[in-house]
Structure formats: structure tokens, C-alpha cells
């Protein structure tokens, strides 16, 4: 029997914490980004996933991720229904995993990264969609969706070792390349498609409101990856050490890479270039932070920063409104990162000697996840479509969806004399 480890047990509800904090970061991140009349909405989207995500995890969300396998696709999701069996032993005991954990840490902490890969979504349609049809989708998204991708990749389905691709490599992603950030990423495109283009998309400015909300979502988010990465090691040891050095490097090379793309095309790096590169980097290095070296990380977070800078332009080329860039950001570096860990690994690595074979399996599995979110998101996307819709009036759209909805907003314009003057309203 492992006897418990109170250092690693602390550790790793620490990095839960710092988990479960990056999804407020996200709603602050998000929040600034879009315009004053419908920060609120975002920002509830955020939240609404906590909620939503929190009771389902309990309920069935665990089975299905870790229970055993139905078909390699999904873990049977009576299996451990309610965390049965999933808390103690027949003794009455603490179940203990094979780090010295008690197995409802790891419930919690794996419950984060499922609240936080919805919640990414939103991005994609921000402005215009009901909050109620938010929270149907949200429900069915992850059941059907992040569910079975974590048990392809982490609960020994098939996209793990013990999966048909095993035979070529074992696939690695070590914090979620493919479960959160391209699940996400292709969800994100999917929605962006289904739900339709927000009213003067190309044609009326749509800046960030408010940048300083976005720095600080920024902030946030790198602060809490430190517990989605280097929490991914299960211990505190050296493993999650090395993920938290590879975090910080790959982050930083792709805060550089986005701002002299900036530089060079438009003649100015930006403040919001500098926080998106940040998310960037952080999403190209979380398959890769227990795999590559402190010096791989450069040029994998550099490049990330580089080709998402370059992808978030691609929306006004092809026509689809993804409003907060979740598929040039988190589909194009989850992707990137999937992939570079077949050239940068460092035992399994094509530049390190290892062989096309680790290269060869990154990119089946990229490829997998991709169809599978892609079909689920467009099924699930379509129906609720057919059934009531996605939109808001366009009246309300036009007006604010924060107070249309909601019945509150962040901002208020008093009229004084011939002037007006701005102020916020704390509800």
C-alpha cells in the first residue's frame, strides 16, 4: 500500500488552486478584449463554466475520463458514477495513487482543466449568443466532448499508449495540446461557423475596451499554467520543476516571436500582442513542458508566437468571426506544440536521434483530435441550432448583451451639461 505524501498531496492541491484561478484570469482576459456593452456576458461565460462543469465532473465527468474503457473512446460513465469508489477503499480509507495522493485530489485537479477548456470556447462567440443556450451547450460540449477526449489521451483509450498508435511511439501530451487546446481550438472554429458572424464583422471597429483588464488576464493565466503544467508531473519533484522552467522559457520566446511580427508588420508592438503571445506560448508548451529541454523550449515558444500572430489574421481572409482568436491562438499553438514535441523530445525527438516515429505519432493524434471535436462540436452545434437557436435579436446584439441579458452593465454614461462623463458601476 503507498502510504500518503503530505508534500505531494500539498502540491498538488495547490496547483488545482492555481487552476481553477485561471478560468477567472480567462474571464478578465476575455472581458477585455471585447467591447464595453458586453463584458459582463463574457466574463459570465467564464464563470457559468465553473458552475456547469464543477456539478457534471461529479456526477459523471470522472467516470467517463478515468472509468473503465468503453471502445477506447470513453470510460463508462456508471462505472464510477457519483465518485463511487472513486474516494475510499472497501477499508473505509483514502484511496491513494501512486504518487502518495489521495485519489480526490486528482479529481479536483482534473476537474480544473475540463472547467477551463469550455470555458476557452467562448472567446470564439463572444458578443451574440443567449446565456441560456451557453449552459445547454457547456453541458453537452463537455459530456460529449472533453469527456471521452481525456480518456482517448490520459485514461488509456485510444490515443494513449495502450491505444493502436501505441506501436508506433507512445503519444505524448503532458498537460493537454490535444484534449484542452486543440479540442477547444477546433470547437471554437466549429461554433464561430454554426453560430455566424457578429453584426459589422469587416466592416466596424471592434477593439479591445479595455487593455489593462487584458494584461491582467494575462497575468493570471500564466500565474495559474504554472499548476496546469507543472501540477501535470502528479508530484513535486524534479519533473515539475523542469515544466515550470520549460513554461517560463517557451512563454517568453513567444511573447518575443508575436511582438517583432508586430513590429516588423505594422510598425508597433502592441500591449494586447504582448498578452496574446503570452497565451501563445503557454498553449504550445503544455503537451511539451515534461519533454522537451529548458533550450527546445525556445524555439518551440518562439515559433508559436511567430505562426499565431500570423494565424489570427486568417479570419478576415476566409470570413468566419472567431471574436477572440481561439482558434489562431489555441488551435494553431496546441497544434504546433503537439507536433514540435516529435522534433524536440528529448529522448524520443527527431533532432535528438530518435527517429521519425515520435514525429510520425504527434501528428496522428493531432489529426484525430481534430476530427473528432470537430464532428462532435458540429453535431452538438447544429442541433441546438435547429431547436432554438444561437443568436441573440439583433436589436440586442446592436444595444449591449450585457444588459439585455443580464439586466446590468459594467459601465454607465451620465449626460452633464454638454458633456458626459463615464462612470463604473459596481454591481
Known amino acids: 500500500m503507498v502510504e500518503l ?3 505531494a498531496t500539498a502540491w498538488m492541491l495547490v496547483s488545482a488552486s492555481l487552476v481553477l484561478l485561471m478560468t477567472p484570469g480567462l474571464a478578465l482576459f476575455y472581458g477585455g478584449m471585447v467591447r464595453g456593452k458586453s463584458v459582463l456576458n463574457m466574463m459570465m461565460m467564464s464563470f457559468s463554466a465553473i458552475a456547469v462543469v464543477g456539478v457534471i465532473y461529479v456526477l459523471w465527468g470522472w467516470s467517463m475520463s478515468y472509468g473503465s474503457d468503453v471502445g477506447g ?9 457519483g465518485l463511487s469508489g472513486a474516494i475510499y477503499d472497501s477499508a473505509g480509507n483514502f484511496l491513494i495513487d501512486d504518487y502518495g495522493v489521495p485519489g480526490i485530489v486528482g479529481v479536483g485537479f482534473q476537474a480544473t482543466f475540463a472547467v477551463i477548456t469550455v470555458a476557452l470556447i467562448s472567446g470564439a462567440i463572444a458578443d451574440r449568443v443567449k446565456f441560456g443556450t451557453w449552459l445547454v451547450f457547456v453541458a453537452l460540449w463537455v459530456t460529449l466532448g472533453y469527456f471521452p477526449m481525456a480518456h482517448m489521451v490520459w485514461g488509456g483509450g485510444l490515443l494513449s499508449g495502450d491505444g493502436p498508435f501505441g ?22 472554429l466549429v461554433l464561430a461557423l454554426v453560430v455566424g458572424k457578429r453584426k459589422g464583422f469587416g466592416t466596424e471597429p471592434m477593439r479591445p475596451h479595455n487593455l489593462p483588464l487584458v494584461m491582467l488576464g494575462a497575468a493570471l493565466l500564466w500565474f495559474g499554467w504554472f499548476g496546469f503544467n507543472a501540477g501535470s508531473a502528479f508530484t513535486a519533484d ?4 523542469l515544466a515550470w522552467v520549460n513554461t517560463t522559457v517557451a512563454t ?9 511580427v508586430e513590429r516588423l508588420r505594422d510598425g508597433h508592438a502592441t500591449s494586447l500582442g504582448a498578452a496574446s503571445g503570452v497565451v501563445a506560448g503557454l498553449v504550445a508548451i503544455t503537451p511539451a513542458a515534461g519533454s522537451v529541454s529548458p533550450i527546445g523550449a525556445i524555439p518551440l515558444g518562439a515559433i508559436a508566437g511567430v505562426l499565431s500572430a ?10 468566419y468571426d472567431d471574436s477572440l482568436d481561439v482558434v489562431g491562438v489555441h488551435l494553431v499553438s496546441g497544434l504546433w506544440g503537439t507536433v514540435a514535441i516529435g522534433f524536440l523530445a528529448t529522448e524520443t525527438g527527431l533532432f535528438y536521434g530518435g527517429g521519425a516515429a515520435q514525429l510520425a505519432v504527434q501528428v496522428i493524434i493531432a489529426v484525430v483530435a481534430v476530427i473528432f471535436s470537430g464532428v462532435v462540436t458540429a453535431v452538438i452545434a447544429l442541433a441546438i441550432k435547429a431547436a432554438g437557436g444561437w443568436r441573440v435579436t439583433p ?33
Do not use: C
Open 5 to 7: 505524501d503530505t508534500g
Open 73 to 81: 473512446i470513453f470510460g463508462n460513465p456508471f462505472d464510477q458514477f
Open 167 to 188: 506501436s508506433i511511439a507512445t503519444p505524448i501530451d503532458f498537460a493537454g495540446g490535444t484534449v484542452v487546446h486543440i479540442n477547444a481550438g477546433v470547437a471554437g
Open 238 to 241: 524534479g519533473n515539475a520543476g
Open 252 to 260: 517568453s520566446a513567444a511573447m518575443l516571436g508575436w511582438l517583432l
Open 310 to 319: 500570423l494565424a489570427v489574421g486568417l479570419k478576415y481572409k476566409l470570413g
Open 395 to 427: 436589436e440586442n446584439e446592436v444595444a449591449g448583451i450585457d444588459l439585455a441579458v443580464h439586466g446590468e452593465t459594467a459601465y454607465e454614461t451620465i449626460t452633464q451639461g454638454s458633456g458626459s462623463v463615464i462612470r463604473e458601476v459596481r454591481a
